[in-house]
């Protein structure tokens, strides 16, 4: 009979809905989870133009004041206000103080003259008057009936009274440009007396290019005081409106108004409480993102559209010998072994069976190649086995050969010989994992006179054990690799002093053997150290772990070895100072005997 639906359909439409149903939950789960992703976007966009607007417009702003601070700390300008006066004495006196003040006059040009859209103003005592501007196009005397100017008198010696936005009053200005940020100070005496002021317009138009040039073609950037007040807008209708919406403490990131909903941003001025503000259209903002989004979307169906069409081309190609092959293995499962597939054809299931063809054809062989492959492998056990030394028939021998020396009266080869003697059956056993801090000591003194025969040196090693601290359990060869890099680096194979100690504390309940292993030699930079202790917590792979020494343990090995063991109750810190030594300390979990699993740690034992 045959089925409703072919092999070659099921798959097709097994592949369509694999495909199509994750597509369809990409596209609702995307359009779900984008929208808090694209204000964020929006933000952080707005936030950093408004970044690059607000070192400009500090940098003007910080003009104003810069010029101001000369004119407060130049002592001509304060000696000539206070010596105004002279001007009506006698004729030397007269003399006198014209010359300096033609001197400050062309001083002040120079300076002044530089800053065109700087309007600055200086007035003193006895009629004491400088502009760098025609008197024609402003009185200054006219600064006296401001309405905010009896405020220079009330603040600080060196502080300032930001003004704000005026309108223009000069007029060689354009009309479109009729506005001035302004500030003022007080030039004060070492007595705090008023005896002057200084008062800084700059043109508006310096601010409003600046965001006219940061702000894109559908973003409004604008400088607001702290009440909500226009100084600075990039469109230049609005400068001096009042925005209703302002809020000094506003922490959301959109704002509504007209019905529209906009991006809001903003960064306050290093000078002022002023705030730069940006406003984006929420629609605009969002849009070039989302239109990212689709275009990513509409490429993911595309490409699962041509492989979907792909997959039902090969499905087709594959399906037709299927038949054919699964006949064939089913034959093959009832353990007719000498039959052979003969499909043929270019195709990857025609592939298949030409390949389980030579398979057959191979398994044959394979019986008889395992047999003989087996009794080689047997054979050359044997062979190695038989090539074995015993290591207790090599200690034997070296304790002979020292038994010899010593006989013949040379107590000091002898003794060498012990030590080789001693390291190498303390390297060979590997029965025991862990040994008393005594034997693992006493492995350190034979390893010592080796080093010190070795390079012709004397490295000396006091050990100190706190009352029953030698006979606590530590892993085998823990502290042979910090003595190694002690004598090779630390003392670079000369002479120096090693000392060990050993003390039993005790933390939140639970018994700790401290052992802290220092020396005398030329220590380490901050940088190695830090090095060192990046190293340290990489773990390696165990395949291809870096080896150093005689033991073939280095320091992170010793780490990452007691981390096995004790997991994070065992600690190592490192101490160095340059030309002065190193200092380990080693601490975990104290121990007389261990059990099937060691001590209770976070490794699992």
């Known amino acids: 009979m045959i089925p409703k639906f072919s092999l070659r359909k099921k798959l097709i439409w097994s592949a369509l809905i694999c495909f199509l149903l994750p597509l369809g939950g990409i596209y609702l789960m995307t359009h779900y989870l984008t929208k808090d992703l694209l204000l964020d976007r929006a933000v952080v966009s707005s936030e950093d133009a408004l970044r690059a607007v607000q070192s400009d417009v500090n940098g003007v702003l910080d003009q104003t004041l810069e010029l101001s601070n000369i004119v407060l700390t130049n002592t001509e300008i304060r000696q000539q206000i206070i010596s105004g006066h002279e001007k009506r004495g006698t004729e030397e006196q007269k003399d006198s103080y014209l010359l300096n003040y033609s001197r400050l006059i062309r001083f002040l040009d120079e300076l002044f003259g530089q800053h065109d859209d700087f309007y600055v103003t200086i007035l003193g005592k006895d009629d004491f008057t400088y502009t760098n501007y025609s008197h024609s196009d402003f009185d200054p005397e006219q600064l006296y009936r401001q309405p905010w100017f009896d405020q220079l008198n009330q603040i600080p010696s060196f502080s300032t009274f930001w003004v704000g936005l ?149 499905i087709s190609a594959f399906t037709k010998p299927l038949r054919q092959l699964s006949s064939f293995i089913t034959r093959i499962g009832r353990g007719q072994m000498n039959i052979r597939s003969g499909i043929r054809g270019n195709n990857e299931v025609t592939l298949l069976a030409r390949t389980i063809d030579h398979m057959l054809d191979r398994i044959e062989s394979m019986f008889e190649q395992i047999t003989v492959e087996q009794s080689k492998k047997r054979k050359a056990e044997l062979e190695m086995l038989q090539a074995q030394i015993n290591p207790h028939f090599m200690f034997n021998l070296l304790n002979s050969i020292r038994f010899n020396i010593l006989t013949k009266g040379d107590e000091e080869n002898a003794q060498l010989i012990a030590s080789l003697s001693s390291l190498l059956r303390m390297t060979i056993n590997r029965d025991n994992e862990f040994i008393p801090l005594q034997e693992e000591v006493e492995t350190i003194h034979h390893y010592i006179r080796l080093m010190n025969f070795r390079h012709a040196n004397q490295v000396r090693l006091e050990v100190s054990y706190e009352d029953g601290c030698e006979h606590a359990l530590v892993p085998r060869f823990m502290i042979q690799p910090f003595i190694e890099n002690a004598i090779i680096h630390g003392f670079e194979q000369f002479s120096g002093d090693i000392f060990i100690e050993a003390i039993r504390i005790r933390e939140k309940g639970e018994d700790h053997l401290r052992i802290t292993i220092r020396d005398n030699g030329i220590g380490m930079s901050q940088t190695t150290l830090q090095e060192l202790y990046a190293d340290m917590n990489h773990t390696p792979d165990a395949a291809v772990a870096a080896k150093t020494g005689f033991s073939g343990i280095g320091v992170r090995n010793v780490f990452q070895r007691l981390r096995l063991i004790y997991g994070f109750n065992a600690q190592l810190e490192i101490d160095s100072e340059q030309d002065v030594g190193t200092s380990i300390t080693l601490k975990f979990p104290f121990e007389m005997e261990r059990g099937e699993h060691g001590v209770n740690c976070d490794s699992g034992g």
């Not at 008062?199 to 973003?219: K, T």
């Not at 903002?285 to 081309?313: D, P």
Request: overall charge negative.
């Open 166 to 314: 005026q309108e223009n009053y000069f007029n060689t200005v354009q009309q479109e440009e009729s506005y001035l940020v302004t500030i003022g100070r007080p030039i004060r005496t070492s007595s705090n007396s008023v005896i002057g002021y200084v008062i800084i317009s700059v043109n508006e138009r310096q601010i409003r290019d600046h965001l006219i040039r940061g702000a894109s073609s559908d973003q409004e950037m604008m400088l607001l005081n702290e009440e909500g007040k226009v100084i600075s807008h990039s469109d230049p209708s609005l400068v001096g409106s009042e925005m209703t919406w302002w809020n000094q403490d506003r922490h959301a990131r959109t704002i509504e108004m007209d019905g529209q909903e906009y991006v809001y941003a903003e960064q306050s001025i290093r000078a002022n409480p002023w705030k730069l503000v940006s406003l984006i259209p929420l629609s605009s903002a969002i849009a070039k993102n989302k239109q990212i989004l689709l275009i990513s979307f509409g490429l993911q169906v595309l490409f699962f559209t041509l492989f979907c069409i792909l997959l039902t081309m090969l």
